[in-house]
């Protein structure tokens, strides 16, 4: 009798496991299991301070601390671990990540490659010959505006021990330049619904050069990349660096790539499409 296999879904900076619920719904509706992790400090553990709220104090925003404070990638990657463990007595395992969740699933496939069966990333985060704080000075991100996105961090991140962003603002510039780089193809509505899934605070800890994909480990695991061809927060040229420099670290066992239309989160809030893809891996 052949085994069904069971997605488990890591989520991006900022966010947490209640963003794939529209996604896991599709899913289950074409017959597919699936469990979404929140890393530590993610979630029902994350803090949302009460400076937070309307009217915002942000003096007390900038300083209050927060439950994400010193949460590190082996923190991460021991929450994921712990739940491919459960699923794999049940079957298969398909690893799926997305934005900075790609740093995560690349380190526990590097420590653990017998809990996966196939790896994917949804424009996410996939370093194999540079940190991902390397990327960010190479020509293909050139384009992201990264100045706006630090204009709404708040506090000073050395002495909170995490990054805190105000995606409450109401500082109409900073919302647009959240949308343009986002969602720029979804309504306001579901651009602004989508912001308020997000939590303020995310941890520092992206990895070191220890953490980039390890080709004995990570390098053995199927493993199949899907493109989002609008992201603007991370622009089809470094997914496809990405890819080529995996590529190039397992000639025997490349990426299987996919692409689906949309930016960076389109995806989640019209679901659809990226269910029937991860349905076809599958059905493959």
Not at 8 to 32: K, R
Not at 158 to 164: F, M, T, V
Not at 252 to 275: C, I, K, M, Q, Y
Request: aromatic fraction near 8%.
């Amino acid at each position: 009798m052949q085994l069904h296999p069971t997605y488990i879904f890591v989520h991006g900076a900022f966010a947490n496991s209640f963003s794939f619920a529209p996604l896991q719904a599709e899913l289950g509706l074409l017959g597919h299991r699936s469990a979404a992790v929140d890393l530590p400090g993610h979630g029902f553990e994350a803090t949302f301070p009460a400076a937070y709220q309307a009217p915002q104090d942000p003096g007390a925003l900038a300083a209050e601390p927060g439950s994400i404070r010193g949460v590190t990638l082996a923190d991460n990657a021991a929450r994921v671990a712990g739940v491919l463990e459960r699923a794999k007595r049940n079957g298969p395992t398909i690893l799926v990540a997305h934005s900075r969740g790609g740093i995560t699933a690349t380190a526990v496939a590097n420590a653990r490659p017998e809990l996966i069966d196939r790896i994917v990333y949804v424009s996410a985060w996939c370093p194999v010959e540079l940190e991902v704080g390397g990327y960010y000075a190479q020509p293909e991100m050139a384009d992201v505006d990264t100045e706006s996105f630090a204009a709404t961090l708040v506090g000073d991140p050395g002495e909170l021990g995490l990054l805190r962003t105000n995606f409450r603002t109401a500082d109409p510039a900073a919302l647009a330049a959240f949308k343009r780089a986002f969602a720029a193809d979804l309504t306001d509505d579901e651009f602004r619904t989508f912001l308020n899934t997000f939590q303020p605070d995310e941890a520092l800890d992206a990895g070191t050069s220890a953490d980039r994909a390890q080709a004995t480990t990570w390098g053995r695991i199927p493993k199949t990349y899907v493109r989002l061809a609008d992201d603007a927060s991370m622009p089809l040229a470094v997914q496809d660096r990405m890819i080529r420099e995996a590529d190039t670290l397992t000639p025997a066992n490349p990426f299987d790539v996919r692409t689906l239309e949309g930016s960076h989160l389109r995806w989640l809030v019209r679901p659809g499409p990226a269910a029937e893809l991860l349905a076809s891996l599958v059905a493959g």
